[in-house]
């Protein structure tokens, strides 16, 4: 019977280090960082960060910079702004977004 050793890809003071660093600044910038430095790819700091709890997803963002915001939220925002069930917009949701953002901004 062969013994089989377990191949550690990250130590625990490395594991230490990760978890320092990310929580002091946890940017994509630091996880490239952290991989050149220990030799390993993005996806596999981050997948070791997310196993450890740490890791943080990045919150998507529009190209204004402003938070992508879907549809249905939009709809829901205009029904309740005017007072009716977002039921009774239905069909509204298939408008584009810009116009969407342009009646929520009509009715503030």
Known sequence: MTDKTKVVNYTPEMTAELISAYTANPTKD???MLAT?????T????AKLSREGV?????????????????????????????VPSETLEGLEK?????LKMILAAMA
Not at 56 to 83: E, Q
């Open 37 to 41: 430095k220990f030799g390993k790819t």
């Open 95 to 99: 408008a584009p977004k810009t116009v």
């Open 55 to 83: 890791y943080v997803k990045a919150t998507p963002v529009a190209k204004d910079g402003s938070p992508v915001a879907k549809k249905d939220t939009l709809v829901g925002t205009i029904a309740t702004a005017m007072g």
């Open 30 to 32: 630091t996880v490239a």
């Open 43 to 46: 996806k596999s700091v981050v």
